[in-house]
């Protein structure tokens, strides 16, 4: 699977769901592609979903809502564990990748 | 009438590095589009402008999240009309003012949801808007962009209203201020 725009890519590896560029989407409604193609991976109920933000440079709030719907998602699920991947280069993820644990205690967070 | 909710005293003064810009009115996509490069263009400006204290890679995208995140709302919620936008640094302070029209329905509803808001902790708050989201799949809007730069920005937040003939509308000026480090 793989969508993409000339500012951002989503992409997925197994149970990988990879984020390229910048993603600034106007709501709900224009990220609900995106959400539906992560919700395909949980559908299969792997061990581990990784999501890989390591390349993704900006994301605006309505991004950041659909990360934590997906997080929300994934805790109903206790048999599926779920690691965010992030870079300490791009600071929004210092600042706001916090509340994803705080959503879902048993989320592994790795900023490296 | 002007009512103002939050913190709507300016900070920077006279002596602040700073540059005013005008959106004009255009059709939405187009709009959305002018919000990411002007918040980019905003955040590379005054990020070179910093003192060597400051991390330019933190205050590039932290000026530039906090001006899409308002510019976002202004041009979702304004009554047609352009948006202006002032932008200053002084001292590690940087502060922007963004200025348009919205209808009165729309201020009344606003003012109510930022009676509540800035009554309560913004973290707390903003996991338990991310809940509710959550539970509504009907909801269009997150309504995260004001409690991401409360709670993991740490920005100073005030909103002033002013209005006069019912039929012209509300100008709504937002305040916005972050201590760059």
């Excluded at chain 1, 592609?33 to 395909?40: D, G």
């Excluded at chain 1, 990784?50 to 659909?66: A, E, R, V, Y």
């Excluded at chain 2, 955040?43 to 060597?52: I, M």
């Excluded at chain 2, 996991?127 to 009907?138: F, G």
Aim: with cysteine.
């Amino acid at each position: 699977m793989e969508i993409s725009t000339n500012d951002y890519r989503v992409w997925t590896e197994g149970s990988t769901i990879h984020y390229e560029g910048t993603m600034r989407l106007s709501g709900t409604d224009a990220y609900a592609p995106i959400l539906e193609a992560m919700n395909s991976i949980l559908a299969a109920k792997p061990e581990l979903i990784t999501l890989d933000l390591t390349s993704l440079q900006f994301l605006n709030s309505s991004g950041i809502n659909l990360l934590a719907k997906f997080t929300i998602e994934i805790r109903k699920q206790p048999d599926v564990g779920v690691r965010v991947l992030g870079s300490k280069s791009i600071p929004w993820q210092s600042k706001s990748l916090r509340n994803l644990q705080r959503l879902h205690p048993a989320l592994e967070l790795t900023i490296s | 009438m002007v009512e103002d909710y939050g913190n709507t005293a300016a900070v920077n003064g006279a002596d602040a590095r700073r540059f005013d810009i005008k959106l004009m009115a255009e059709p939405l996509e187009l709009s959305w589009h002018h919000c990411g490069v002007t918040s980019d263009f905003i955040g590379e400006y005054f990020s070179r402008a910093c003192d060597g204290s400051v991390d330019p890679v933190d205050a590039r995208h932290s000026i530039s999240y906090m001006i899409n995140e308002i510019l976002e709302n202004a041009i979702k919620f304004r009554k047609g009309g352009n948006i202006d936008i002032t932008g200053s640094l002084e001292g590690g302070t940087f502060e922007i003012l963004i200025r348009n029209l919205i209808d009165a329905h729309t201020a009344e509803s606003f003012k109510a949801h930022l009676a509540t808001l800035l009554k309560r902790e913004p973290g707390e708050l903003l996991l338990e808007r991310i809940e509710e989201n959550a539970l509504n799949p009907d909801s269009t809007g997150s309504g995260l962009g004001i409690l991401t730069l409360m709670s993991d920005y740490e920005a100073k937040l005030g909103w002033s209203f002013a209005s006069g003939h019912v039929s012209e509308g509300v100008e709504l000026t937002t305040y916005a201020s972050l201590r760059l480090s």
